[in-house]
């Protein structure tokens, strides 16, 4: 075996944590050749404590993703039966790719997700104190570390920059979230959200387990997104299979930004995992709304049959 497919098969074992068997599914092996493929790894100095010189154990789905939706950057995990692997792996991936990412300078928007959150839990610490992160969402949970403005303090402590979160809940009532958002502190922390030039977000599908804001909602409210043509969410805003906002009762009672206003933001990088969200990324991938990936690789390999 040439040294390109035994590193492969060595940060498939030691940086994503993948057992024998799940490495041989992978690639078609039994378990047999996964073990004497990692003792080649060894013997060849391929892998002392770190992988040296490594190469993308996906390369050819994110090549193929890449060129089928015109994106700048696209990475891919491992995906595993267990969904905290699935997070983890992903998460290790996603903070490889935020320093190339990440501007020098200027301002960030986030949103609430798991996977982002993920990501920012593994991201290696930078200095870039003039960069600016500010959430697009008021949350829906003060101790969480998936939300918008955890997510906005976390990567700010990251880098060494600033944080901006909305100082509000996602969802209230009409009245409520109306005069929140003509508050001059919120106004300005989603003025703050809506100028940046890069975004890091996930996005929801409409299924069940899809995504926190899903989730959250009463079945009357999912049963009115669906007749409504909802896919899936991004930064709480819902939208249809060509990517228009899908209105409802509940769009009154976020404090948030408006889907055209997060889908205008220059360079979003999508942080995702699971087949199930094919439709809701596809959708925005084929609108070019996103132009950097990273996903599982059971949602990239989904993802191959929804481009146009």
């Known amino acids: ?13 030691y940086q994503h944590e993948m057992k ?10 039994n378990r047999v050749k996964v073990t004497r493929a990692l003792k080649e790894a060894r013997k060849r100095s391929l892998v002392e404590f770190v992988i040296h010189d490594p190469v993308a154990p996906f390369e050819n789905l994110e090549r193929s993703l890449k060129v089928s939706f015109d994106l700048k950057k696209c990475r891919v995990s491992p995906s595993f039966t267990e969904r905290h692997r699935t997070l983890n792996s992903l998460g290790r991936v996603g903070a490889e790719a935020l320093p190339g990412f ?27 104190p003039g960069l600016q992160f500010a959430a697009t969402t008021g949350s829906v949970s003060r101790t969480s570390a998936e939300t918008s403005a ?46 940046a030039s890069h975004m890091v977000v996930g996005v929801g599908s409409m299924q069940a387990g899809g995504g926190r804001m ?7 409210t999912i049963a009115e997104l669906n007749q409504a043509g909802a896919v899936g969410d991004i930064a709480a805003r819902f939208f249809d299979q060509k990517g228009r906002s899908v209105h409802t009762s509940i769009d009154d009672d ?40 990273v996903v599982d690789a059971d949602l990239a390999r989904a993802l191959t049959s929804h481009k146009r």
């Open 1 to 13: 075996m040439d040294d390109q497919i035994l590193t492969k098969v060595a940060m498939l074992y």
């Open 20 to 29: 024998h068997e799940e490495i041989g599914r992978e690639l078609g092996w």
């Open 102 to 128: 990440l501007p020098e300078e200027g301002t960030v928007a986030v949103a609430m997700s798991g996977a982002v959150a993920a990501a920012a839990d593994k991201l290696n610490v930078l200095h870039r």
């Open 150 to 195: 955890a997510l906005a303090v976390e990567f700010a402590r990251r880098v060494g920059g600033t944080a901006y979160t909305v100082p509000g809940p996602l969802r209230s009532s009409p009245e409520i979230a109306a005069a929140l958002q003509d508050d001059p502190a919120i106004a300005a922390a989603l003025s703050m959200a809506e100028s």
């Open 214 to 220: 899903r989730d959250s909602l009463s079945e009357y």
């Open 254 to 293: 976020l404090l948030a930004l408006h889907l055209e206003k997060v889908l205008a933001i220059p360079r979003m990088m999508v942080i995702a995992a699971g087949a199930g969200k094919a439709i809701a990324i596809s959708t925005l991938l084929n609108r070019g709304s996103i132009t950097d990936l």
